[in-house]
């Protein structure tokens, strides 16, 4: 029996075991619907606590509840480890670890490189290895394969080697692992069918694309679309301030279209793992080929100078009322980077926050889903309660994510001042007086 024929038998009848190294937002998700597909699955994270919750049965993903993981647990088809070693007895590998940018924004695939490093050891023939990690196009041929094939194993013929883009989108109601099409490109196309019969247990759909470049890139379009797009709400939503109109009314105007146009939302800048920094990616792939990819530059110029904007807006609401900045006090309800979620990362709130901050303002924060987070300087910033009281005191409230949590009407009728970034209050009225984006 052949090395492909001999991998296909273990998934087809299911006694394959799956490892997914990195147990985050992406990782632990993917990790239960594979279990729940009755496959076995070893979770691998260098951080112990999440281990040590996983292999307690507990849930540290608001997406994923603990009663689920509590009973694959305790079925034995999901435990987890720090120990790569476990990689000998395994049929499958995905990366799912973070691919951040440097401060100079330039791919940063040190997570990727040190999980392939940690993992080549541990390779045996009849094994598939899915990088899940969004990256720059080639990454998979030409930093994947030669390390994978430096062990002395040829990829296509005895390890299968697939790039298998990530969608996963925190809090998201409709959407989430199972029936998010999912895209694969394969180094050859045994590597994409193996590929193809694995993630078909745990998704409806899989998409197989020609090769990993292309299913890297398809990837990259999917958020850079996203990013200029929101880049160019951003600066309509500018252009109507100068204007004096409202940008919503105008976006729900336009949304009238039946065709040809698809709304995009302004906001205080981009956050989250992927919008903010999968351009980057793409950018940094074209300089390495001399060119310049000018939707990319435009749109993180204007996307990088909300937080200024919305800082601005504060400060001359605040001279409105006949107050400076310095020395005011600013309350910024909701400070993850989306709704309803209770991620920080690349969040726009803490540029606001410093900025406010180093222009002598007294900042505090409540965000009903995070307790503190972690500001520039590296001191801990926590956040404060939330009543009336805190509303009343603060000269301005500043909405930067707008949590389902919170009654909107309560704010603005508590609230003295209000700049709202995410049209949360629409047409609501109270003693408040509300400024827009």
Known sequence: MSIKQTLLNQLHTKQAQVAII??????LPMAVEFALSGLRVVGIDLDTRK???????????ADVRTDVVRQLVQDGRLRATADYSIITDVDAVIICVPTPLTQ????????????????????????????????????????LRPRIESSGLVVGEDVFLVFSAERIDPANQKYGFRNTPKVIGGITPACGEIAYVLFSMAVEQVVIVSSPTVAEMSKLLENTFRAVNIGLVNEMAVMCDKLGIDVWEVIRAASTKPFGFMPFYPGPGL????????????????????????FIQTADDINSAMPAYVVN??????????????????????VA???????????????VYHLLQTKGAQVTFHDPHI??????????????????????DADCVVIITDHS??????VVTHSRLVVDTRNALGKLTGKARVIGL
């Open 271 to 294: 956050g989250g793992h992927c919008i903010p920094l999968d351009p980057h990616y793409l950018a940094w792939k074209m300089r390495q080929l001399h060119y310049n990819s000018k």
């Open 104 to 143: 100079t924004k330039d791919p940063d695939l040190s997570y990727v490189l040190s999980a392939m490093e940690s993992l080549v050891p541990y390779l045996h023939p009849a094994m598939l290895v899915s990088l899940e990690s969004t990256t720059y196009p080639g990454t998979t041929t030409e930093i």
């Open 371 to 392: 307790a503190h987070f972690r500001a520039d300087d590296g001191h801990v910033v926590e956040g404060v309660a939330y009543s009336d009281q805190a509303l009343a």
């Open 313 to 334: 807006k504060v400060m001359h609401a605040l001279n409105d009322d006949r107050k400076s900045l310095n020395g005011s006090r600013v309350l910024i309800l909701g």
């Open 51 to 61: 281990v040590d919750h996983l292999n307690r049965g507990e849930s540290y993903i």
């Open 22 to 27: 990195g147990l985050g937002y992406v990782g």
């Open 405 to 410: 949590a919170y009654d909107w009407a309560h």
């Open 337 to 351: 980077y989306k709704r309803d979620i209770d991620d920080v990362r690349e969040s726009p709130a803490l540029e």
